[in-house]
Nanobody
Framework: QLHLVESGGGSVRPGGSLTLSCTFS????????IGWFRQAPGKEREAVAT?????????FYADLAKGRFTISRDDAKSTVYLQMNNLISEDTATYYC?????????????????????WGEGILVTVTS
């Protein structure tokens, strides 16, 4: 059983930056793909970005994140980061950390919330002037 804990959320002005952290633990955690997903009020959960286990290193970005967000991973600290730049009001949402073992699966699975096997409790990001 993997345990995921998000941190780093808060309120930021449009155009600002924020870095989210997902600390993971549990047996075999280093072999899991870990991603960031978000859910705004009244909307479905959507993918932001996912990173596979370190030895693979592949990253996957949803269109909403390309050019603005960067996902990275530090297994020594058991943490996955999401650096978010040039934030806009539409980025306001609860951000969730999700994990799954997806080796051998189609790349589209890495951005599919229904494929995640473990979830954190989420953290709120508010972009407002």
């Amino acid at each position: 059983q993997l345990h995921l804990v998000e941190s780093g959320g808060g309120s930021v002005r449009p155009g600002g930056s924020l870095t989210l952290s997902c600390t993971f633990s549990g047996a075999g955690a280093k072999w899991y793909a870990i991603g960031w997903f978000r859910q705004a009020p009244g909307k479905e959960r959507e993918a932001v970005a996912t990173i596979n286990f370190t030895e693979d290193g592949r990253t996957f970005y949803a269109d909403l994140a390309k050019g603005r967000f960067t996902i990275s991973r530090d297994d020594a600290k058991s943490t996955v980061y999401l650096q978010m730049n040039n934030l806009i009001s539409e980025d306001t949402a609860t951000y969730y950390c999700g994990a799954a073992y997806l080796e051998g699966y189609n790349s589209r699975f890495y951005l599919d919330p229904s494929r995640m096997e473990h979830w954190g409790e989420g953290i709120l990001v508010t972009v407002t002037s």
